[in-house]
Nanobody, 123 residues
Framework: QVQLVESGGGLVQPGGSLRLSCAASGLTLDYYNIGWFRQAPGKEREGVSCILTDGRTYYPDSVKGRFTVSRDNAKNTVYLQMISLQPEDTAVYYC?????????????????WGQGTQVTVSS
């Protein structure tokens, strides 16, 4: 059974940092492009990063320079390091397989998804 499990979310003050993890079981992340997405209440889902199997990364302008995606194939885990967090970054963050990656990151129907982890940026 395929599972993606996100962790690392929480409450952080503006300007703070968090590192999210996406751990996989039932599949080998080495073979998959992985995207991070977020969805805030009342807003559409937004792709915030993508890492390809060859290590290339993509970010939308909204997070470029603040978010960094990486993968540790030995741990079958993908990470999202977030710095300089702002209240507008508050959302549930999800990882998913098989995104379309470019200037935007778009989810596909073929994707496996995690259950999400809440990130709240507030003073």
């Amino acid at each position: 059974q395929v599972q993606l499990v996100e962790s690392g979310g929480g409450l952080v003050q503006p300007g703070g940092s968090l590192r999210l993890s996406c751990a996989a079981s039932g599949l080998t992340l080495d073979y998959y492009n992985i995207g991070w997405f977020r969805q805030a209440p009342g807003k559409e889902r937004e792709g915030v990063s993508c890492i390809l199997t060859d290590g290339r990364t993509y970010y939308p302008d909204s997070v470029k320079g603040r978010f960094t995606v990486s993968r540790d194939n030995a741990k079958n885990t993908v990470y999202l390091q977030m710095i300089s967090l702002q209240p507008e970054d508050t959302a549930v963050y999800y990882c998913a397989t098989d995104p379309l990656c470019g200037r935007t990151v778009v989810a596909t129907k073929a994707a496996y998804w995690g259950q999400g982890t809440q990130v709240t940026v507030s003073s």
